[in-house]
Every structure is written in C-alpha cells, then in structure tokens.
C-alpha cells in the first residue's frame, strides 16, 4: 500500500528518537524491564506526545499512556487501548515493540488530522520481555490481574533485586486497581518469524497467542577429575543433559503437527572447567503450543524422559515448572473485523497464530483482544539484525485505522 511522505516522514521521525537508546556496542540495544534505560524509553515517548499536544499519566506500575484531551472519554466511557511495549531482550533490535508504539502514534495523528474523535489512548507497558526478571509480560499482566504472575513479587532481576524491591524503590503498587474502561485492546508487533515474508504477505491477523510452559531441570553427577577418572565410573551431568536436550527436540518434532514447538534454550554447566566432569547442569526448557492436549504430552514426555535418561546414567535431577500459560485465543469479533479492514484497503493478508508471547495475551479476558503482524525480515528478531519497513508499519496502522473509521460509523 502506499503511503502519504508525510506519513512515512513523521513514522521515520518516531523511530529515529527511540534509536539510539540503549545502543551497544555490537550495534543491539538493551533495554530492560524497570531500569533507567527503559525509563528514557518512557520518557522520550511522553515528549513525543507534547509535541502534538497530547496529554499523559502514568498507572500504578509504571505504565504510560498518551492521549488526545479533545478526543478523551468522560470516566465512565469506554476507550480503545492500543499498546505495545518499549523495553527488549539483552542485544536486542529495534522494532520489537517499538513498532506498535509507533503504530499507536500514527493512529493519534490520523485521527487528529481526520476531525475523528476516536477516544484511543495509546499504552507503553513495562518489561513486557523476560530478559531483566524471568518473567514476562509484567506491566500488564498486573494490572489485568491475570493469575499466572504468582509470585512475581520474588522475581530477582540480573542486580539480584526483586520486583517487589524494585516496586518500593519506585513508589510503584504490587497490587494495582485492574485497568477500566478498555473497549478494545490492539496491539501491532514484527511477526518474529517468517510466515508474512515466506507467502509474500503485508498483514497477519492473529487467531491465538501459543501459550508457553516452561522449565528448569537440574541434573547432579559427580565433579570428579577428568584424567584420573575412569569412563565407566562417571557420572557426567552434561551427558545426561545432552541426551534429554535431543529428546525434547524429538518431542517437538513429534508434536509439530499440531504447532507445537519444544527449545532447550539455556544451558548452564558447572564448574565449567576443561579438566573435570561436569558435575551440574541446568537447562531452561520452552514448550509452546497452541493445542492443550499437544502440551499435556509433551510435559508428560519430558518427565519421562528426565527419569529414564538420569537413572540410566546414575545422576539425580529435580524439574521445576517455572510457567504455565494457556494458549489464548483473540477476540473473533475483532479478527473479523481486522480481516475485514485489510480486505478493503486491498492489503495482502492472511489468519495466523503467534507463537511469541505478548501483551495482548493480557488483555484477552477483559476486553475484546485483536493483534497485526507486520513482516521482519527473514524473520529475524530478537537480534540486532532485526528489520522492519516503515511503510510495513504504516500498513499495520491503516488497518487497524480503517477498523475504527468502520467502528465510528456504526
């Protein structure tokens, strides 16, 4: 679709003020939950919305909203909540989240230039990544009071702080009012994969959010010396961790037909040292998926494989569940609509699930809950090779603008 120069302009201009913050120098940004980087992310995005005459406030987690004074709803009326998040994962790019900020942006000035009062405030949630605290998807998960974020008040950042610690140094609330008044929750995101670019699509509406379990496994052999110790009398920790690292690969292959996917992503060997048995290993486990019976079995099958694989070798292990979230579906109502909005701006689009984790997925049970996917190239994210067009973001932003002009009218 082509867009206006003055909207790729201004679309550009956005971007090039959160550029360099957090740059580092392999040419990433880091950008983590609740510090002083994401802070200046905060902070520039305000600034942002006084130069348009837009008005701010910041809730009791520290999320920040911005909206048009001429276009807000009276307390008791319902607004559309179109948000994403401004912090990243260690060495990350530059469009994860960035882009819907950007998008939310563009759907202000739209509006404002059209004379639509369409009451949109648009939200900047706090440590949407789990990079800083192990835990993701914060800021809004607390303030929807979605039950998964148990014990969340423990979550000890990379300082050793915990959230709870973090949240009195800042004078933020750990038990914060649930959010009023959302007619809608949309959220634009980078696919984080290459779906969009394979089919040579512009748009993705997203049907369901994979919903993501995850563990820890500890494995203990015996840290002995690496000359001096026979091979039939060890108990390697690393071999049995290999061993159950190529088995969960055969799980999710197993259980890919249903889209289901299974990561060791982490491994963590002690004491790391070129002449002595690894004595201890721990593994960080994802499994996704958006089918609940697909996740049972593969959670079945990794607890029998941890037994088998470690009595066979004669180390012990311990598996701990650190998160079980279930696949969550958006809004049908909205999806269709969203279709609907594409097909008229004759944008090349098509249904499809996330398998990443998003804000979104916060929303979903308190408010209708839409998500677009615009394209990255070759599907790389989390990376600082990540990329996406500016005219990709305008894209997104058109349909979603073109959903509330059919909205206006009705």
């Given amino acids: 679709m082509k867009h206006p120069i003055q909207d790729i302009e201004y679309a550009e201009y956005l971007f090039d003020k959160f550029y360099s913050i957090g740059s580092t120098e392999n040419g990433g940004v880091t950008r983590l939950g609740y510090t002083a980087v994401e802070d200046e992310m905060h902070e520039v995005f305000v600034a942002l919305g006084k130069e348009k005459g837009y008005e701010s406030y910041t809730d009791e987690v520290g999320n920040t909203y911005i909206y048009n004074p001429a276009c807000k709803s009276d307390e008791d009326d319902e607004y559309y909540l179109v948000a994403s998040h401004l912090d990243s994962v260690v060495e990350g790019g530059r469009y994860d989240g960035v882009s819907g900020i950007i998008a939310g942006l563009l759907l202000l000035e739209w509006a404002k230039r059209d004379g639509l009062e369409i009451p949109i405030r648009v939200g900047a949630m706090r440590c949407e990544e789990s990079s800083n605290f192990g835990r993701s998807t914060i800021g809004s998960g607390l303030i929807t009071k979605e039950v998964y974020k148990h014990d969340i008040g423990e979550a000890v950042n990379r300082e050793g702080k915990t959230l709870s610690e973090v949240f009195k140094e800042r004078g933020y609330n750990m038990e914060p009012k ?232 009705v």
Avoid: W
């Fill in 178 to 409: 649930r959010i009023q008044g959302v007619k809608e929750y949309l959220e634009l995101h980078i696919e984080q994969g290459k779906v969009l670019e394979e089919y040579d699509d512009s748009i993705g509406i997203v049907t369901t959010v994979a919903g993501p379990r995850r563990f820890r496994i500890y494995i203990k052999g015996s840290a002995e010396h690496s000359g001096a110790t026979p091979m039939g009398m060890r108990s390697d920790a690393l071999c049995a961790a290999s061993e159950l690292i190529l088995e969960i690969e055969e799980i999710g292959k197993d259980e890919s037909i249903y889209q289901s996917v299974a990561t060791v992503g982490t491994v963590k060997v002690s004491p790391n040292a070129l002449n002595v048995i690894p004595g201890e290993v721990t593994l960080g486990v994802d499994m996704r998926g958006i089918d609940s019976a697909s996740l049972d079995r593969m959670e079945a099958r990794l607890k029998s494989a941890c037994k088998k694989i470690c009595e066979k070798r004669k180390v012990k292990y311990y598996r701990e569940k650190t998160s079980d979230i279930p696949p969550i579906a958006m809004s049908m109502d909205v999806q269709q609509k969203l279709l609907r909005a594409a097909k008229k701006l004759r944008i090349p689009h098509r249904s499809m699930i996330s398998g990443a984790g998003h804000d979104a997925m916060s929303f979903a049970n308190i408010c209708e809950t839409g998500m677009v996917f615009i394209p990255c190239a070759k599907g790389i994210s989390h990376n600082k090779k990540e990329f996406a067009t500016i005219e990709s973001i305008c894209d997104g932003a058109q349909v979603i603008y073109e959903h509330f002009k059919e909205e206006m009218e």
